[in-house]
C-alpha cells in the first residue's frame, strides 16, 4: 500500500525537476550560435541588462528598442529621469543577470 502511494508521489516530484527555473529579477533568454550582437539585443527587448562598453565602463538599464547602430536604454540604473542611446559598435559585452 505504501509503494502505491509513493511511487506517483516520487513520480510527480521528478517531473517538477524538468521545469525552468529563473530567480526573481534574473532575465530570461536564449543564445543561438548563429546570433550576432544586434539579434541578441533585439531578443532582449523589454528585460535589464549591463552593456560593457569598449572603455570599459558599465552602463544598465532596460533595452527599449534596436535599431541598425543604436540601442536604447531607459530606466538608466543610477540615473533618474534619464535614458541612453547607445552606439551598438561601442558595445563589447551583454551582461544578463541570469540567476
Do not use: C, N, W
Not at 526573481?24 to 560593457?52: I, N
Not at 547607445?86 to 551582461?95: C, D, G, K, R
Request: net charge positive; glycine share 12%; charged share 15%.
Amino acid at each position: 500500500m505504501k509503494s502505491a502511494i509513493l511511487i506517483p508521489l516520487l513520480a510527480g516530484l521528478l517531473s517538477l525537476t524538468s521545469l525552468p527555473v529563473v530567480s526573481a529579477g534574473a532575465t530570461s533568454y536564449e543564445f543561438q550560435s548563429s546570433d550576432g550582437l544586434h539579434e541578441m539585443l533585439a531578443r532582449l527587448k523589454g528585460q535589464s541588462v549591463k552593456l560593457r562598453l569598449a572603455g570599459g565602463e558599465e552602463i544598465g538599464g532596460k533595452i527599449s528598442g534596436v535599431g541598425l547602430q543604436l540601442v536604447q536604454l531607459t530606466e538608466i540604473t543610477g540615473r533618474d529621469f534619464f535614458d541612453a542611446l547607445v552606439p551598438i559598435s561601442s558595445i563589447q559585452a551583454i551582461l544578463i543577470k541570469a540567476r
